[in-house]
C-alpha cells in the first residue's frame, strides 16, 4: 500500500522556522518527483515546492521563494521542507503529494494527510 | 502562470442527479494537462481524473472529464450521497502548477 506519512508542523511565531518531513513506502520513492502543497483553513489549493527525482531540481511558489527549501533524502525515503522566516499568511495545512513523473509538475497523487502549520504571536 | 477559474463556486443539487462543474482557464492548456481532485471536509484532496479525461484508479465510471484549450468539465452523472464535496481542477502544463479555487457540491 502506498502511504506518505507526515510528521512536524505546531505553532511558531512570526519569523520563526519549522521543518516538516514526509516519509513515504509502498513505491520507489526515487522515480518520483514530490511536491508540498497547502491550504489555508477554509481556502484552496496552493502548490507551495517541488523537486525532481534525484534533487537536482527544486521549484518554489513566488510567495515562500527565499524563504522555504524542499529537500529530500532518497536513501530514507523522505522529503522535507524547511520553512523560515515564517508569516502569518504561511498558516495552512501542508500536504506532501506524490508527483506522477520523475520532475515537480504533473498530477499529484496521493497525498499524506497534511499538517497544520499556524504562524501566529 | 495559468489561471483557473472553476464555476460555479457552490452547485446545490439532490442525490441521482447529475452535476456539471466548469474549469475555464486563462490561456491554453496544452495536451490536455489538467486533473480534477475531490476533497471531503477533514481530508486530503483525492485524484479523481487526469489527462483532462482518464479516470484515477479506483474512480467509479459515474466521474467523467471533458474539455480541452481552456474549457473543461467534470461531470457526475448521478450524484451518490458520498459525492458530496469540494472538487478542484489543476493544470500541470505550465510551471507553476495552478488550481482552481474550488466548486462545492452541496445537498439540495
Known amino acids: 500500500e502506498v502511504q506518505l506519512v507526515q510528521s512536524g508542523g505546531g505553532v511558531v511565531r512570526p519569523g520563526g522556522s519549522l521543518r516538516l518531513s514526509c516519509t513515504v513506502s509502498g513505491f520507489t520513492f526515487d522515480d518520483y518527483g514530490m511536491s508540498w502543497v497547502r491550504q489555508a483553513p477554509g481556502k484552496g489549493l496552493e502548490w507551495v515546492a517541488g523537486?525532481?527525482?534525484?534533487?537536482?531540481?527544486?521549484g518554489y511558489a513566488d510567495s515562500v521563494k527565499g524563504r522555504f527549501t524542499i529537500s529530500r533524502d532518497n536513501g530514507k525515503n523522505s522529503v522535507y521542507l524547511q520553512m523560515n522566516n515564517l508569516r502569518a499568511e504561511d498558516t495552512a495545512f501542508y500536504y506532501c503529494?506524490?508527483?506522477?513523473?520523475?520532475?515537480?509538475?504533473?498530477?499529484?497523487?496521493?497525498w499524506g494527510q497534511g499538517t497544520l502549520v499556524t504562524v501566529s504571536s | 502562470e495559468i489561471v483557473l477559474t472553476q464555476s460555479p463556486d457552490t452547485l446545490s443539487l439532490s442525490p441521482g442527479e447529475r452535476a456539471t462543474l466548469s474549469c475555464r482557464a486563462s490561456?491554453?492548456?496544452?495536451?490536455?494537462?489538467l486533473a480534477w481532485y475531490q476533497q471531503k471536509p477533514g481530508q486530503a484532496p483525492r485524484l479523481l481524473i487526469y489527462?483532462?479525461?482518464t479516470r484515477a484508479t479506483g474512480v467509479p465510471d459515474r466521474f467523467s472529464g471533458s474539455g480541452s484549450g481552456t474549457d473543461f468539465t467534470l461531470t457526475v452523472s448521478r450524484l451518490e450521497p458520498e459525492d458530496f464535496a469540494v472538487y478542484y481542477c489543476?493544470?500541470?502544463?505550465?510551471?507553476?502548477?495552478?488550481f482552481g479555487q474550488g466548486t462545492r457540491v452541496e445537498i439540495k
Open positions: 523537486i525532481y527525482w534525484d534533487g537536482g531540481t527544486t
Open positions: 490561456q491554453t492548456i496544452s495536451s490536455n494537462f
Open positions: 489543476q493544470q500541470y502544463d505550465t510551471s507553476p502548477v495552478t
Open positions: 489527462g483532462a479525461s
Open positions: 503529494t506524490r508527483v506522477w513523473s520523475v520532475r515537480f509538475d504533473n498530477w499529484f497523487d496521493p
